[in-house]
């Protein structure tokens, strides 16, 4: 457990992207008027447990964790734009778009893709 400051989130898991995290992020109106949760910072390795959302976010931010393969994602229809800047992709999971149809915006800028295939 990783302890942090009076006044967090409270005690939680390293690494983990639990339903507990979810339910304890910020969750606010963008500037462009996205629903988005904040996931950011959080260590996150892999992408797990986002059903807990229930579809609630036009937008979710997960940059500046370790998440090393953009898979594991649950139908999200009404996300719209992801973050993942700074993580440590390096593959991106077939077929990603049957989960998340309606992602306008997917941000995966510094991690470690080295090659990316488009097929249409």
Known sequence: MDA?????????LAGRLTADLIMR??????????????????KIGAIENLGATEN??????????????LDGFPRLPRLKMLL??????AKIARN????IR????LVLTNN???E????Y
């Open 96 to 99: 990603l778009e049957s989960a």
């Open 4 to 12: 942090r400051p009076s006044g967090s989130l409270g005690p939680r």
């Open 102 to 105: 309606s992602l306008e915006v």
């Open 116 to 119: 990316l295939q488009v097929s």
């Open 112 to 114: 470690k893709i080295t």
């Open 56 to 69: 609630q976010f036009d937008s979710i931010d997960l940059t500046d964790n370790a998440i090393v393969r």
């Open 25 to 42: 992020s910020p969750q606010y109106m963008s500037c462009i008027k996205l629903y988005e949760i904040d996931l950011r910072g959080n």
């Open 84 to 89: 993942l800047s700074s993580n440590r992709i």
